[in-house]
């Protein structure tokens, strides 16, 4: 693999695009240093910032004084990678995972080894393995991953490729585009976003060429020469243009795929995209009948399902399985 990782100037922080609205306070990164909530998380970069402002509007009465008052998710970012997050008051600093896959191995081990140092992980994808029913995927919003490449390449001109063309370009048998040599990136290893486009393109980890390089996933401005092509979140992409969360578009565009457009008329994602996708908040299976588990995520009447209006100004759509807990599996 071409690992590819630079440090870059600048990301282009511009008026809000795509009629999405005004531009926002971005959202904090983890909990105040020393403030412990009953549910910790971890995982996926994608919903990293939509579960933060959830944890900001999910109030319970978590002290049992009557007062419904009480922050009740702690969720910590999937970046910097190889730093450590402190979950618990007593003990459990855990390296911090990168990715919908690393925080949903976090969580097994948290379970496998009753540290009680983890509650949930973020995922941006469904289940890899279904040997075993042990975890919980519970959606709770949507998203849709589109294709991203500089606005100032030639890529950009017209961008619409098809499944094949993508399946094309990532096994490395399609080089150019628009007379512009391609230099296809993917997120890091463990990230749900990666997992899901291979699959949607039909290539396994097994067939990715030579020619494929690495990134953050959704950070724009590693997207720096002309041939750069990456998958990227439409939500993410939504809500850093409207600097709802720190803007890391840089110069990236979103094309379409298959002649589908990842926005709607007014800026906002389009449910009905092509490679649209459910994501996850991934919970023990044998912890759906614990208070706090049951009140903040399981069920249509789970209060992430009643934040609508938080899950829409992060970029996400809603859904109408919200709180359903049919889905699981290992891994």
Known sequence: MNVKS?????????????????LATPALADPPAGEY???AGVGSDTTQDVVNGLGD???????????????????YNATPAGSTVKTRA???????????????????????????????????????DTSTQDLTWIPF??????????????????????????????TCSLTSLNNVALTPLLPQASSGTRTFFLGRIGVTEAQVGGCVGTMQEHNGVELDTAGDIAPYSVAQYIAQVTQ??????????????????????????????????????VVPSSKLTDAVIDDVFTGSDAKVCAATATIKKYGFGTVTNCGDTTLKGER
Do not use: M
Request: hydrophobic share 40%; glycine share 10%; net charge negative.
């Open 141 to 170: 919003a949507k998203d849709a991953v589109s294709i991203a490449v500089r606005d100032d390449s030639a890529l950009a001109n017209g961008l619409n490729l098809t499944t094949a063309q993508l399946r094309a370009i990532y």
């Open 244 to 281: 709802t969360v720190t803007d890391r578009h840089g110069a990236t565009v979103l094309g379409q795929i298959d002649s589908s457009d990842p926005f709607t008329a007014d800026g906002e994602l389009n449910s009905g995209f092509v490679y649209s996708r459910d994501v996850y908040n």
């Open 90 to 128: 007593n003990g459990c600093t855990i390296n911090r995972p990168d990715g919908s896959s690393a925080g949903i191995d976090a969580l097994r081990n948290a379970v496998d080894n009753s540290t009680g140092c983890l509650d949930f992980a973020r995922s941006s994808r469904g289940p890899a």
């Open 57 to 75: 509007v999910v109030l319970r009465d978590v002290d049992g004084d009557g007062q419904v008052d009480d922050k009740v998710i702690a969720s």
């Open 6 to 22: 630079r440090a870059r100037l600048g990301a282009v922080v511009g008026t809000a695009v795509l009629g999405v609205g005004v």
């Open 37 to 39: 909530r009953v549910l």
